[in-house]
């Protein structure tokens, strides 16, 4: 509380509403930006909270308009400068989150929190099939990721297996609190009455740990046995045309019921997620899986690569070999007439009140 000095005979009292400073400034695409919106949805409730988020250009704050809520964007070229921006307007008693993964390479004044959701960051998983420049920039950022997390008080992630990885890997070394806290925000999400149950989706992008081409290989499998159920793939061509090239080869030799539907917005994921039947998750490696968290509030049913980053969320329908085309099939095959089962996620909402709670 700041006292405000009028005349001699009278003090007014005002009171400072407490400040969330959050550093966005790279994000604008793919899970972090799911992310990023939930939490802005969540943000307008707490008028009592002033909310200064350092955006990318590219992404489109005009849903998030609030009076409690300001947006600075920051070209890529000033994303260094952040730091001191958030210096210059924060006290000891704010809290600072940095959305982007990676934690502050100095020590700020007030409380930071970093949220991770790259396992990349924290994993030794290969890079093989990555391209130079993104292996290149992964491992760049498990440097500095390594290097400043001693400047970040509390590291949230979404999954066991994430907070799992951080306690191998930083155990010998000084380290924030970890808190397990998965969210997602359930308001824009419908159930699903189909009876048809043979529609399934991936939601996914095309990097090689997201074993598309095994799963297409499961497709044809599945259509030499004269089963051809519907398959929705959110993939495009921009990073790995060798590998898109091979699937829609795939799927008109073979004549495969499959739909490529790229660069959809969020209206339109939800809307082919809404058509779908069945979530289908081959990928070897996640930080999170989100998709998995939307088909549960869409009480769409999942099967999935038995690995500890699915388990940490739900008990699918059906589990599978990842590695192994004729696993996925079989489990399809298996899935047909079962049930999904649920698991508990706290809302965007919730999530805030958490941070607000943090000692």
Same mark, same amino acid.
């Given at each position: 509380?700041?006292?405000?000095?009028?005349?001699?005979?009278?003090?007014?009292?005002?009171?400072?509403?407490?400040?969330?400073? &959050?550093?966005?400034?790279?994000?604008?695409?793919?899970?972090?930006?799911?992310?990023?919106?939930?939490?802005?949805?969540?943000?307008?409730?707490?008028?009592?909270?002033?909310?200064? &988020?350092?955006?990318?250009?590219?992404?489109?704050?005009?849903?998030?308009?609030? #009076?409690?809520?300001?947006?600075?964007?920051?070209?890529? #070229?000033?994303?260094?400068?952040?730091?001191?921006? *958030?210096?210059?307007?924060?006290? /000891?008693?704010? *809290? &600072?989150?940095?959305?982007?993964?990676?934690?502050?390479?100095?020590?700020?004044?007030?409380?930071?929190?970093?949220?991770?959701?790259?396992?990349?960051?924290?994993?030794?998983?290969?890079?093989?099939?990555?391209?130079?420049?993104?292996?290149?920039?992964?491992?760049?950022?498990?440097?500095?990721?390594?290097?400043?997390?001693?400047?970040?008080?509390?590291?949230?992630?979404?999954?066991? %297996?994430?907070?799992?990885?951080?306690?191998?890997?930083?155990?010998?070394?000084?380290?924030?609190?970890?808190?397990?806290?998965?969210?997602?925000?359930?308001?824009?999400?419908?159930?699903?009455?189909?009876?048809?149950?043979?529609?399934?989706?991936?939601?996914?992008?095309?990097?090689?740990? /997201?074993?598309?081409?095994?799963? *297409?290989?499961?497709? =044809?499998?599945?259509?030499?046995?004269?089963?051809?159920?519907?398959?929705?793939?959110?993939?495009?061509?921009?990073?790995?045309?060798?590998?898109?090239?091979?699937?829609?080869?795939?799927?008109?030799?073979?004549?495969?019921?499959? %739909?490529?539907?790229?660069?959809?917005?969020?209206?339109?994921?939800?809307?082919?997620?809404?058509?779908?039947?069945?979530?289908?998750? +081959?990928?070897?490696?996640? %930080?999170?899986?989100? +998709?998995?968290?939307?088909?549960?509030?869409?009480?769409?049913?999942?099967?999935?690569?038995?690995?500890?980053? =699915?388990?940490?969320?739900?008990?699918?329908?059906?589990?599978?070999? +990842?590695?192994?085309?004729? %696993?996925?099939?079989?489990?399809?095959?298996?899935?047909?007439?079962?049930?999904?089962? /649920?698991?508990?996620?706290?809302?965007?909402?919730?999530? *805030?009140?958490?941070?607000?709670?943090?000692?």
């Amino acid at each position: 509380m700041k006292i405000i000095k009028g005349n001699r005979k009278q003090k007014v009292k005002k009171i400072e509403l407490m400040k969330v400073v &959050i550093n966005a400034s790279n994000i604008h695409i793919g899970g972090g930006k799911t992310i990023l919106v939930d939490f802005l949805a969540a943000a307008k409730q707490f008028l009592d909270i002033n909310f200064h &988020i350092y955006i990318d250009p590219r992404f489109d704050e005009s849903d998030f308009a609030a #009076s409690n809520i300001l947006f600075e964007k920051i070209p890529i #070229s000033k994303r260094g400068l952040v730091f001191d921006k *958030i210096e210059k307007i924060t006290c /000891k008693d704010d *809290i &600072i989150i940095y959305f982007g993964n990676l934690p502050p390479q100095s020590r700020h004044n007030s409380k930071v929190i970093l949220l991770q959701s790259n396992r990349f960051l924290v994993d030794s998983f290969p890079l093989t099939g990555l391209t130079l420049k993104t292996k290149i920039r992964i491992l760049i950022e498990r440097f500095l990721f390594k290097r400043g997390i001693k400047n970040v008080d509390y590291l949230i992630v979404q999954s066991q %297996s994430m907070a799992d990885c951080i306690d191998k890997i930083h155990k010998h070394s000084e380290e924030p609190i970890v808190k397990v806290w998965p969210y997602k925000n359930i308001d824009e999400v419908k159930s699903n009455n189909s009876k048809d149950k043979s529609r399934f989706i991936y939601v996914a992008s095309l990097e090689p740990y /997201k074993n598309h081409l095994t799963l *297409i290989d499961a497709w =044809v499998l599945l259509k030499d046995l004269d089963i051809n159920p519907k398959l929705y793939l959110t993939i495009d061509n921009d990073n790995f045309p060798n590998d898109y090239d091979y699937i829609e080869q795939k799927i008109k030799f073979h004549n495969l019921n499959i %739909s490529i539907k790229p660069r959809l917005s969020r209206d339109e994921l939800m809307f082919y997620f809404s058509q779908s039947d069945c979530l289908i998750y +081959p990928s070897f490696f996640e %930080s999170y899986g989100l +998709p998995i968290v939307e088909a549960m509030q869409m009480n769409i049913p999942i099967i999935a690569s038995e690995l500890d980053f =699915v388990r940490d969320l739900v008990d699918p329908e059906e589990t599978f070999d +990842p590695k192994s085309s004729k %696993s996925i099939s079989r489990a399809v095959i298996r899935f047909l007439g079962h049930q999904n089962k /649920k698991t508990e996620v706290i809302s965007g909402k919730s999530f *805030i009140e958490k941070l607000l709670i943090l000692d």
